[in-house]
């Protein structure tokens, strides 16, 4: 694990959603305050709206991908490419970027009032977890994408 893993988990046990965790870790570095990047991003958690679609985590690493690639030129393929692998690794790590799929076997509302995060809550959801994936996987191509720029 790394550290902006673990602080992303931390932001997660601290109340955070997922995807205001992922995107927390990475905002500064990426030119955004951390405040406005849980703002951004709060509206993502449980699947979009605890609506149980796309993985918060998934779309916290998409806003830091636009954060650190996107140009001023405005090159959506170039973006979109970037989007899909990350999905990509993420899906092969885990074998979805859909919550709901990620939370099979585990009782799921949409209600839009947010599960108690207690000690129960951690034992039976993969979220946390999750989190720190989408945060390693993100880091991984950050690190890759600077390895081909020095060389």
Same mark, same amino acid.
């Given at each position: 694990?790394?550290?902006?893993?673990? /602080?992303?988990?931390?932001?997660?046990?601290?109340? #955070?959603?997922?995807?205001?965790?992922?995107?927390?870790? =990475?905002?500064? $570095?990426?030119?955004?305050? !951390?405040?406005?990047?849980?703002?951004?991003?709060?509206? =993502?958690?449980?699947?979009?709206?605890?609506?149980?679609?796309?993985?918060?985590?998934?779309?916290?690493? !998409?806003?830091? &991908?636009?954060?650190?690639?996107?140009?001023?030129? %405005? %090159? /959506?393929?170039?973006? #979109?490419?970037?989007?899909?692998?990350?999905?990509?690794?993420?899906?092969? /790590? %885990?074998?979805?970027?859909?919550?709901? $799929?990620?939370?099979?076997?585990?009782?799921?509302?949409?209600?839009?009032?947010?599960?108690?995060? +207690?000690? +129960? #809550?951690? /034992?039976?959801?993969?979220?946390?977890?999750?989190?720190? @994936?989408?945060? $390693?996987? =993100? $880091? @991984? #191509?950050? +690190?890759?994408?600077? &390895?081909?720029?020095?060389?």
């Amino acid at each position: 694990m790394s550290v902006k893993s673990e /602080k992303a988990k931390e932001l997660f046990k601290q109340g #955070y959603n997922c995807s205001q965790s992922v995107l927390g870790v =990475f905002c500064e $570095e990426l030119g955004m305050d !951390f405040e406005t990047a849980i703002k951004i991003s709060s509206s =993502f958690g449980g699947g979009m709206g605890r609506m149980r679609e796309v993985c918060g985590t998934v779309s916290g690493m !998409f806003m830091a &991908a636009g954060l650190a690639f996107c140009t001023s030129e %405005n %090159n /959506k393929a170039e973006q #979109y490419k970037i989007v899909q692998e990350l999905a990509k690794r993420f899906k092969e /790590k %885990n074998g979805s970027i859909i919550c709901r $799929e990620l939370l099979q076997g585990i009782e799921s509302s949409t209600s839009p009032i947010p599960s108690e995060r +207690n000690q +129960n #809550y951690y /034992k039976k959801r993969p979220c946390i977890e999750l989190v720190g @994936d989408a945060v $390693e996987i =993100f $880091e @991984d #191509y950050l +690190n890759e994408v600077k &390895a081909k720029t020095i060389v």
